[in-house]
Nanobody, 128 residues
Framework: QVQVVESGGGSVQAGGSLRLSCAASGYTYSSYCMGWFRQAPGKEREGIAIIDSTSSTNYGDSVKGRFTISQDNAKNTLYLHMNSLKPEDTAMYYC??????????????????????WGQGTQVTVSS
């Protein structure tokens, strides 16, 4: 059973930084796509960043240049480094995993947000 568990959310002032972590377990596939998504109240889920098993990455336009996705395979942990945070970054942030790597991951995953495995989310609140 694949499980992903997020941590690291919290409250921060605008311009500050946070690092989210996602611990993955039970995942035995050699090919994968992992990503971060967020959802604010009253808004649709938004794709933030993805990384595949080759460490190729892609980002949503709203976070390019400010957020960085990375992974530590030895620890089975995914990270989202968030800098220059803005009040509009306030949302519940979700980690997700899927077996589909390659072109799906790089070109469709952020838009479709149809990953197979999802965490419970961690709240990020940015005050002005």
């Amino acid at each position: 059973q694949v499980q992903v568990v997020e941590s690291g959310g919290g409250s921060v002032q605008a311009g500050g930084s946070l690092r989210l972590s996602c611990a993955a377990s039970g995942y035995t596939y050699s090919s994968y796509c992992m990503g971060w998504f967020r959802q604010a109240p009253g808004k649709e889920r938004e794709g933030i960043a993805i990384i595949d098993s080759t460490s190729s990455t892609n980002y949503g336009d709203s976070v390019k240049g400010r957020f960085t996705i990375s992974q530590d395979n030895a620890k089975n942990t995914l990270y989202l480094h968030m800098n220059s945070l803005k009040p509009e970054d306030t949302a519940m942030y979700y980690c997700a995993a899927d077996v589909r790597g390659g072109g799906y991951c790089l070109y469709y995953a952020l838009l479709l947000a149809d990953f197979r495995y999802w965490g419970q989310g961690t709240q990020v609140t940015v005050s002005s």
